[in-house]
């Protein structure tokens, strides 16, 4: 803390400034600047505002030689050491002291009217960081005093999500469930809605089919049935895998063969 009001830092710096006397004042009412002979200025030079600490200095200085001439510290803005004249924005009353306990009021005044807004900002600004300076320091040494957000709905508060233009409702589990039939994505955004598909037949199971890994076989049923007559037949013609290869050697190689036709172009050997 002691670093910190040693450093003194500029707040603003104004070319050129009026110092006026003030007349005695007649009654309690505030000052007037149509009083001051604004024609006779006592002095003018420089006016520069510095921050030492908490506190700012209003400097008048000489504009060549950078030579002190009265200096008003400033505790707190607005304050009985600076105040505005009644009848003009660019004429104030300052309250200056020469370091022994003395203190006078003069008035100054600036040419340009943008000079005197500065001037008023310039402390203003430096004030308001004081300010903020001691909030941040006593919320430091109690944390519960500081202000909390409430992040909580509130009775009655509601909130809707639109997420590709799809509405979504709440189920009753209360998980977000898609309005249309389950196991169908939504119908593109644009897109017109027409008859919705068949659902697919179930799947084959096996085990509605053949038996069990663990069946045996006499869980099969014994004898089987019978088939017919020419089912069978067939049967044994296609287990016989020998029949035809009999008939075919006996055609050709047996006694027993056909005689060719006589008009045919065979020739018996």
Known sequence: MEEEEDYESVLCVKPEVLVYRLPPRAS?????????????????GRMRITARGKAA???????????????????????PA????????????????????RRAFIGVGFV??????????????HFKWVKQQGELARQALNPEQGPKLDLGFKEGQTITLSIANVKRKEGPSGSRT????????????????GPLPAPLPPPFSSSEALPSAGASQTDAPWPPPSLPRSSTADAAAATDFWGDFAKASGSACGQGAAPPPPDSDWVQF
Do not use: M
């Open 28 to 44: 309690n009412r505030g000052f007037r600047a149509a009083e001051w002979q604004l024609d006779q200025p006592a002095w003018s």
């Open 57 to 79: 200095y209003i400097k008048l200085e000489d504009k060549t030689s950078g030579e002190l001439f009265a200096v008003a510290p400033v505790e707190e803005f607005p304050s």
């Open 82 to 101: 600076v105040e505005g004249v009644s009848d003009s924005s660019r004429y104030f009353v300052i309250r200056i002291e020469d370091g022994n306990g």
């Open 112 to 125: 340009d009217r943008g000079d005197a807004f500065d001037f008023n900002v310039a402390l203003q600004d």
């Open 178 to 193: 898609h309005s249309g039939p389950p196991g169908l994505l939504p119908p593109p955004p644009g897109a017109k809605a």
